[in-house]
């Protein structure tokens, strides 16, 4: 098996250069989220990994968690990946999860916007030394970023609406990923640290209807 610093030979499979490997859905199909890499097999585990596309896991049939969280425990352990990490688990799928495998995530990727709190699940990361890392923290496809509340607080500080509901994360100690394919916007998404939100502000940010946009991680499937 070459290591993460050896070319490999033609036709070997290699995977170089991950940070962070994730599950992504906590299903027994197993889907997992990478950056850069080919494909390795780890104990009948095939790992395919394209540039900027989400990796699918092919193997066993009925693959369940564990096998999964075993397989990338062998792929952090041999240097190819540096830390491992879950989307969208769940605190019971989380304590499963590390009670089969004796390794817990260093990051849950979750849904986390001013629409979802998700204050009983960050508490849980926090105890457990877990990030907590927000996909969709914009609330895509919902008019937060209109809202009257958040433009006001945004006028107040002299920034976006973006740039509020980021700093928000941010105070509540989430990692937040904002999606942007444009320069201004991602410059914009970085420059948070300049200014703070009041109590009352935080409070009046988060304080809306609560609802999920995607999958419940209990009974989401993707394959």
Known sequence: MPDAHTAPTAGEPTLIGVDDLKVHFPIRSGIFQA?????????GITFEVRKGETLG?????????????????RLRD???????????????????????????PVVNQIELHPYFVQD????????????????????????????ATI?????????????????WHVQRGVVPIPKSGDPR?????????GFSLSEEEMVAIGDRPQTR????????EEL
Request: aromatic letters at 4%; proline letters at 3%; charged letters at 25%.
């Open 120 to 147: 009983e699940l960050r508490a849980y990361d926090a105890d457990h030394a877990i990030v907590t890392e927000a996909w969709q923290p914009l609330a895509r496809k919902t008019d937060l970023l209109t809202e």
């Open 35 to 43: 950056e850069v890499g080919t494909v390795k097999a780890v104990d």
């Open 57 to 73: 896991l092919v193997g066993e049939s009925g693959c369940g968690k564990s096998t999964t969280g075993r397989a990338m425990i």
């Open 151 to 167: 433009l006001e607080i945004a006028e107040r500080h002299g920034v976006t609406a973006a740039q509020v509901t980021l700093r």
């Open 213 to 220: 946009s995607g999958g419940d991680p209990d009974t989401h």
């Open 185 to 193: 916007r991602q410059r914009d998404n970085l420059d948070v640290f």
């Open 78 to 104: 041999d240097g190819l990946v540096n830390s491992l990490g879950v989307s969208n688990f769940t605190p019971d799928q989380i304590d499963r999860l590390v009670a089969e495998t004796g390794v817990a």
